[in-house]
Nanobody, 127 residues
């Protein structure tokens, strides 16, 4: 059974940084593409970033390009999201997601490709 557990959220000042982690278990981590998604109150899901199963390809939404960085540590079965220059537009519940089927690079930011989710970690930004 795929299990994903996010951590690292919290309160940060505007312009500050946070690193989110997603501990993965129950599946061969190095064979699944992974992504980060967020949902702000009253809004839909926003796909932020994704990384290929081998970690060589990354994709970012325009809203976070240049500020956020996704990475994965296969030895630790952990996915990361480094978030810099946080703004009032960034507060949300942040989720990691896993894709059990192989994805092409063009599919990495496709919402339909991911079928396992964590419980989320809350990020709040003070102005």
């Amino acid at each position: 059974e795929v299990q994903l557990a996010e951590s690292g959220g919290g309160l940060v000042q505007r312009g500050g940084s946070l690193q989110l982690s997603c501990a993965a278990s129950g599946f061969p981590f190095n064979t699944y593409a992974m992504s980060w998604v967020r949902q702000a109150p009253g809004k839909g899901l926003e796909w932020l970033s994704a990384i290929s199963s081998d970690g060589t390809v990354t994709r970012y939404a325009s809203s976070v390009q240049g500020r956020f960085s996704i990475s994965r540590d296969v030895a630790k079965n952990t996915l990361y999201l480094q978030m810099n220059i946080l703004t009032p537009a960034d507060p949300a519940m942040y989720y990691c997601a896993a894709a059990s089927t192989p994805l092409s690079n063009s599919q990495l930011l496709s919402s339909y490709a991911y079928n396992s989710w964590g419980q989320g970690t809350q990020v709040t930004v003070s102005s």
